[in-house]
């Protein structure tokens, strides 16, 4: 989170010192109560113009042609994109929004508690901070071109200025969020199975939607008609992109996946990847992207090197197409190395901090490796335990636990659901991440 320099009050205006005598008033100007009594008929005269003049057209007919009026009340089930209605445990988000301008940073020191689960937010123009040093503030022309939000994950100290969006980038609704518990798990569940787990302690669920590293390549669930069905049933969806992986990465089986001799070129294409399947499934824009870097070999400058010139690309091609970049990996290996670019000023860092250490129990807010205030507010997820098994309504799933106070895919809800056919890919299977 950024931090920002108090306001500093305006110093009055020196006065300026009167001359030593003033000059004597010329013998042929009128007396000073003679000006005042001439302009106060000037003043008279005029208000009686105005009070008979007919009003505009437009105050007798009612808004103009074209102008837009806004409905503040959001009820039951539908809403438009853009604003969150909660009933119960089912959230359901619509499909217009208006852009969102860059706001200003949020305190520094502030911090978001995790909301009791299934509480989903999602921001508004000129609402809390999503913010980045730098960023710039205040209503952009009319004619200007609109701006993707800031970082979420806006970095405390020492932070570089945000980038510019190139010009033609696609405006940006602010993300939907979602604190609480989630669970993700190498191959999303029938529709079935997850109608028996909304009994279950979590309201978000991972879905390995595309990369050549993916462990199960083959959803056989996952469709547009998924997406929107689970949506709408009330789960917030985390979308992970499982690409090409550290150079030297400790799985052998994702050795094969290594990214090659020129990972800047590498990560852009992989970004376009990422976005055309996440279109594909119908997650919309302003929608994070989580990149999946599995655990690699610690201390090797070399390998570290080649992954961050990766993942900066994949970011800022993920950012271009209006996507927000997430980070998913290991808290002593990718994650260590994030934060340690983020405190060197590195630009192109992930959004949102999605770190893995399996130590039982939730520790959101109290990740050693990361400074209290990196990656928030509302921008983290900590995976917490790994390969466990849980059964609700009579079904069982192995998972992985996540705690998180982070953005969700926004899914436009749909005019009819898509045809059951598969994400397009030209990806290589391998094993669970």
């Not at 069905?229 to 089986?253: I, K, T, Y």
Request: proline share 12%; charged share 15%.
């Amino acid at each position: 989170m950024s931090t920002r320099t108090p306001p500093v009050s305006e110093a009055a205006p020196a006065l300026v010192p009167a001359p030593p005598s003033a000059p004597a008033r010329p013998r042929s100007a009128p007396p000073p109560g003679a000006r005042a009594v001439v302009a106060a008929v000037l003043v008279a005269l005029a208000t009686v113009a105005l009070l008979n003049a007919p009003p505009p057209s437009a105050a007798r007919n009612g808004p103009a042609p074209g102008s837009a009026t806004t409905d503040a009340a959001t009820t039951g089930a539908g809403t438009t994109e853009g604003s969150a209605t909660t009933t119960g445990a089912a959230t359901t988000v619509g499909s217009a929004a208006a852009p969102l301008a860059p706001a200003a940073p949020a305190a520094p020191g502030a911090r978001a508690l995790p909301a009791p689960r299934g509480s989903v937010a999602a921001g508004a123009p000129g609402a809390a901070a999503l913010g980045s040093p730098g960023a710039p503030s205040g209503p952009a022309s009319p004619d200007a071109p609109a701006l993707a939000p800031p970082a979420l994950g806006a970095p405390a100290l020492g932070a570089p200025a945000l980038a510019l969006p190139a010009l033609g980038a696609p405006a940006l609704a602010a993300p939907v969020r979602f604190a609480g518990k989630a669970f993700d798990t190498c191959e999303a569940p029938s529709l079935a199975v997850m109608r028996a787990w909304r009994g279950s302690p979590y309201g978000a669920v991972g879905i390995y939607f595309g990369g050549r590293g993916r462990g199960c390549p083959v959803q056989t669930e996952l469709t547009p008609a998924w997406v929107a069905s689970a949506h709408a049933m009330g789960w917030r969806l985390l979308p992970l992109f499982v690409g090409s992986q550290a150079p030297c990465v400790d799985s052998l089986a994702k050795r094969r996946f290594a990214i090659g001799g020129n990972p800047a070129s590498q990560g852009t294409k992989e970004g376009g990847d990422a976005v055309r399947a996440a279109r594909a499934l119908g997650i919309g824009t302003s929608s994070p992207l989580y990149l999946d870097i599995e655990a690699y070999r610690r201390g090797d400058t070399s390998c570290a090197a080649t992954t961050l010139s990766f993942v900066r690309a994949w970011n800022r091609e993920v950012r271009r197409l209006g996507y927000l970049p997430g980070f998913y990996s290991s808290a002593e290996t990718g994650v260590r190395d994030m934060e340690t670019q983020r405190k060197a000023g590195t630009k192109d860092l992930p959004d949102v901090m999605w770190f893995a250490r399996w130590r039982g129990q939730p520790a959101l807010l109290t990740e050693s490796v990361l400074h209290p205030e990196a990656w928030t507010p509302h921008a983290r997820i900590h995976q917490y335990a790994g390969n466990v098994t849980e059964t609700y309504g009579g079904r069982t799933l192995a998972i992985d636990r996540n705690a998180m106070d982070a953005p969700v895919a926004r899914v436009p809800a749909p005019t009819r659901f898509a045809a059951r056919v598969p994400v397009p890919l030209s990806f290589v299977a391998s094993r669970r991440p």
